[in-house]
């Protein structure tokens, strides 16, 4: 993947190349019994790398028990990263599914922001990361009936404070999926549940957590979360999405530069402000081609991310894609563009 940045005007562009590999396996122990591993490789170069401090450190960070991960050549202007983001063991069958490992517990509804993702939340604006990043942690599924579950999983840290226990319980009512889920995230208790289903013949989805806590010092405060999603298909492959996310607590720290790699986020700081709106509209040019407009506003300095995206699937096993993320919003009274980041990505799949 070729990236370019530039500020306000072309010519003060940097560049960065990125070479991503990734090796997925699978072995089966028994009819009951399966393994998982999947290692992720990454070579940085160019100016982009030079001008972002301590990158191979940043790209490097894991708040897990195991480091899983290795800096083969930490430069300046060139960076080369493993690491191992899924390791885990399975059991599974009719009524129960046992996972321990690295793996993705994936709580959330909505496409976009899922407050109820307290165990991995991701960055949506990092494209090149389809999978999602896991935790070591333990996951035990059991299947109540044909419309419940209950799940409770645990995530351990290296710190007192950094663990993670809840449980989730699903159920389907009234044509709609609804889940609840609560336990402990860190510093806070948390409660939340989410929803999905249709109003005549589009999807509606919504999801909340709500954080207590633990301990009450003037620095700390509790936070609600919430995130609404609508979307529908239309004829002549048009797809419209809209979303929205209210955060009480917000930190309006807004920093466009580096954002693709951006991995502080968490279920509580899913975007800095406090209001944040989003849309999207996809076309299916044909089979193989399609374009993406997404756009992301927020009151808050008047803040606008445009995600234009084109996609073609040039063979059966190889993709390429362009797209441009561009960050605006009112700086020193004037209004103006903080960066616009430019990608072009060859995938060959194998």
């Known amino acids: 993947m070729q990236s370019t940045y530039f500020i306000q005007k072309i010519d003060s562009n940097a560049s960065m190349n990125l070479i991503h590999n990734r090796l997925n396996f699978k072995f089966t122990i028994s009819p009951k019994i399966s393994g998982r591993l999947e290692i992720r490789n990454r070579i940085f ?24 991960s290795h800096l083969w050549i930490n430069e300046k202007s060139f960076v080369a990263h493993s690491v191992i983001d899924r390791m885990l063991l399975q059991y ?32 949506f604006l990092d494209f090149d990361y389809e999978e999602r990043p896991g935790n070591d942690a ?24 950094d663990h993670t226990v809840a449980f989730l319980y699903k159920i389907n009512k009234w044509k709609y999926d609804f889940q609840f889920l609560g336990g402990m995230y860190q510093t806070d208790y948390v409660v939340g549940g989410g929803w999905a289903g249709n109003i005549k013949e589009a999807g509606f989805k919504g999801e909340l957590s709500y954080f207590i806590p633990k ?13 609404i999603m609508a979307d529908q298909t239309f004829k002549n492959d048009w797809y419209v999405s ?22 502080n986020l968490s279920a509580k700081n899913l975007f800095p402000f406090r209001y944040n709106f989003y849309a999207t509209v996809l076309k299916t040019i044909s089979p193989i081609k399609s374009f993406n407009f997404s756009f992301i506003y927020s009151p808050e300095k008047n803040t606008v991310i445009l ?31 903080l960066i616009t980041e430019i990608y072009i990505r060859g995938r060959w799949s194998f």
């Open 215 to 227: 301990r009450n010092t003037l620095e700390t405060s509790d936070t609600f979360s919430i995130s």
């Open 45 to 68: 170069y160019g100016e982009q790398v030079k001008q972002i401090s301590d990158f191979g450190k940043a790209i490097n960070q894991y708040n897990g028990i195991l480091n899983l």
């Open 138 to 161: 333990i996951r035990i599924q059991r299947n109540l009936n044909n419309s419940s579950a209950l799940e409770l999983a645990y995530k351990p840290g290296k710190y007192k404070d």
């Open 242 to 263: 809209l979303a929205g996310l209210y955060n009480s607590n917000p930190t309006n720290a807004f920093v466009s530069s580096g954002s693709f790699y951006n991995s």
């Open 92 to 123: 599974a069958d009719e009524k129960w599914d046992i996972k321990i490992g690295r793996q993705r517990i994936n709580w959330g509804i909505n496409n976009i922001w899922n407050p109820n993702d307290i165990f991995n939340a991701y960055n």
């Open 307 to 337: 995600v234009p995206v084109y996609a073609w699937n040039v063979a059966t096993n190889f993709d390429l894609d362009f797209t441009a993320q561009s960050f605006f919003s009112e700086q020193n009274n004037t209004y103006q563009n």
